[in-house]
């Protein structure tokens, strides 16, 4: 499969508040994190998002003229730590924030809370534990999503080390009714196994899952490629004997996309409306970037731009530009309800302060891109 024709790559580096690359987009600074360490990213209705940062806390954030610009900032939750996912829901007149986090600044053990806002008024009114002593070595309990019947909470959880699964290094998902569930209980339902960083897990409208994966650091500066995969029931990944794509007769799932050795693919958003790009099931990946001088120069610091297709046969492919260079480490990414691509920097770059990003085509519509996938 390949692109007939792709949308350009864009590159900036100029400090934010009103970017614009190649007459195709603009960006605007939407919230200079600073010292909270912004990391992971949630949009909800009315121009507002919440942001997971590492200094524990949770902000809301509300862009009330929708400029672009986040005018006000609060802290909805503090003393959770290392939070790499967020999910919510509406629940009556208020709404459910589940957040998935660490139990203390040092590590302690992964858990998830859910913080009840029982009447709308952005003050959490009930405190419950759905899943607690998620495993914690290596790698932490990263991203969490509803699913699309909003019953199921999914949780990516990394492996406790970087050459064995541990108790770790799969998807997989519990009710959104479960309380005090101790990891490991057979009320959590494994959903794919052999994921040896999973970080970014995002739904398709029909139930379609997708997950990165971030590959083994021991294996040299070239191997292993980070993975997209499409997380089944049952599947089994590889991690660690397998990275990368299988070798023949092998039992693991294939990857339907793959990214640079140790660029460190984290958060993704699907633009499941055509909103961004003008076409369906574009995905935009967060590329983090490696960290460990591993490489003789430095990897990802990018968003990646992706094509979801499914062929006749139901199996899917991805192919896979760059999209946004030279950004800092950026962690997440989202999609917001009106179609605009927001992004936290977690690690500043040249002209990239630490904070969240909003990127909306310029000219106020979609960009068309001027070819499909051929196949």
């Known amino acids: ?53 590492g200094d524990g806390t949770i902000r809301l954030l509300t862009d009330a003229d929708n400029n672009g610009i986040a005018e006000s900032s609060s ?44 009447n709308g008024d952005d003050v959490f009114d009930v405190v419950t534990f759905p899943v607690l002593n998620l495993p914690l070595g290596a790698h932490q309990v990263n991203n969490i ?28 998902k519990i009710p959104v009714t479960a309380q005090n569930l101790m990891w490991g209980s057979p009320s959590i339902t494994i959903v794919g196994s052999g994921l040896r960083n999973p970080w970014g897990i995002e739904f398709l409208p029909n139930g379609t899952l997708f997950a990165t994966d971030n590959g083994r650091d021991d294996l040299g500066p070239s191997d292993p490629p980070d993975e997209f995969n499409v997380v089944v029931q049952g599947g089994d990944y590889g991690f660690p004997a397998v990275s990368g794509v299988p070798p023949v007769g092998s039992t693991t799932v294939a990857p339907i996309g793959l990214f640079e050795s140790h660029s460190s693919a984290c958060g993704f958003a699907i633009d499941k409306g055509n909103l961004l790009t003008g076409f369906a099931n574009q995905v935009f990946v967060a590329e983090w970037g490696n960290w460990n001088g591993l490489t003789p120069t430095p990897r990802g610091q990018k968003i990646v731009q992706g094509n979801l297709h499914q062929r006749a046969n139901g199996s899917w492919v991805m192919n896979s530009w760059d999209f946004l260079a030279n950004c800092g480490h950026v962690l997440d990414v989202d999609v917001g309800p009106t179609g605009a691509l927001y992004f936290s920097v977690q690690w500043g770059g040249t002209g990239w302060p630490e904070g969240v990003y909003r990127m909306v085509p310029t000219h106020g519509s979609a960009l068309k891109m001027s070819g499909l996938p051929e196949l």
């Open 1 to 53: 499969m390949k692109i007939a024709t792709a949308a350009s790559l864009l590159v900036l580096s100029a400090l934010a508040t009103a970017q614009q690359a190649s007459d195709q987009y603009t960006v605007t600074t939407y919230w200079l994190g600073g010292a909270a360490d912004p990391r992971v990213l949630e949009t909800v209705p009315g121009n507002r998002m919440f942001v997971g940062c």
């Open 75 to 118: 802290i909805f939750v503090s003393s959770v730590w290392g939070p790499h996912g967020l999910a919510w829901k509406q629940n009556g007149a208020g709404y459910d924030l589940f957040v998935a986090h660490l139990t203390s600044p040092a590590g302690g053990t992964g858990q998830i809370t859910l913080f009840s806002d029982l």
């Open 145 to 172: 999503k509803l699913d699309p019947t909003q019953q199921w909470l999914y949780i990516a959880q990394g492996a406790s080390s970087n050459v064995a699964a541990g108790t770790g290094a799969c998807v997989a």
